[in-house]
Antibody, heavy 120, light 105 residues
Framework: EVQLVESGGGLVQPGGSLRLSCAASGFTFSLYWMHWVRQAPGKGLVWVSRIKSDGSSTNYADSVQGRFTISRDNAKNTLFLQMNSLRAEDTAVYYC?????????????WGQGTLVTASS | SYELTQPPSVSVSPGQTASITCSGDKLGDQYACWYQQKPGQSPVLVIYQDNKRPSGIPERFSGSNSGNTATLTISGTQAMDEADYYCQAWDSVVVFGGGTKLTVL
């Protein structure tokens, strides 16, 4: 059974940092592109970042470019999101998600999410 | 940047057909997919590559995509289908629509 379990969320002051983790199991993690998607309270889904299966390529939303860094450890089946210079508007539930293998970019499995609150 | 536009809300009576649209420039030239999200839960993929259903998704869910509009159709809508629905496409980055709240009443 495919499982994605996020951790690392919490309360942080604006300007602070946080590192999210996503532990993957039930599939060959090293074969899949992985994504982070966030959802502010009461709002819609917003794509944040993605990383290639071997970690050699990354993409970011304009809103987090230069502040967030996505990475992965395929030996430990874990995805990360390092978030620096956090702002109030980064407050959201952060989901990790797996991209299907193939030519399209749909996300077929999602974690339960971890809440990040940037507030003083 | 590329934008996908969805109606904020759609209402349907139980047993009737619900249609949720997603509009974007030349959206029909690429694949679109759809997610269902119920309150307090993570999104679930219900349609991919315009009209394919993942394993476990009921046959009443279907999709189409042509021109500038992708459409999610739910036939014989049930109370359990009440949820937020998001379309998604690709434009060098992943793009989500703003979401549509489906109310079954």
């Amino acid at each position: 059974e495919v499982q994605l379990v996020e951790s690392g969320g919490g309360l942080v002051q604006p300007g602070g940092s946080l590192r999210l983790s996503c532990a993957a199991s039930g599939f060959t993690f090293s074969l899949y592109w992985m994504h982070w998607v966030r959802q502010a309270p009461g709002k819609g889904l917003v794509w944040v970042s993605r990383i290639k299966s071997d970690g050699s390529s990354t993409n970011y939303a304009d809103s987090v470019q230069g502040r967030f860094t996505i990475s992965r450890d395929n030996a430990k089946n874990t995805l990360f999101l390092q978030m620096n210079s956090l702002r109030a508007e980064d407050t959201a539930v952060y989901y990790c998600a797996r991209e299907t293998v193939g030519v399209t970019t749909e996300l077929d499995y999602w974690g339960q999410g971890t809440l990040v609150t940037a507030s003083s | 940047s590329y934008e996908l536009t969805q109606p904020p809300s759609v209402s349907v009576s139980p047993g009737q057909t619900a249609s949720i649209t997603c509009s974007g420039d030349k959206l029909g030239d690429q694949y679109a997919c759809w997610y269902q999200q119920k309150p307090g839960q993570s999104p679930v993929l219900v349609i991919y590559q315009d009209n394919k259903r993942p394993s476990g998704i009921p046959e009443r869910f279907s999709g189409s995509n042509s021109g500038n509009t992708a459409t999610l159709t739910i036939s014989g809508t049930q109370a359990m289908d009440e949820a937020d629905y998001y379309c998604q496409a690709w434009d060098s980055v992943v793009v989500f629509g703003g979401g549509t709240k489906l109310t079954v009443l």
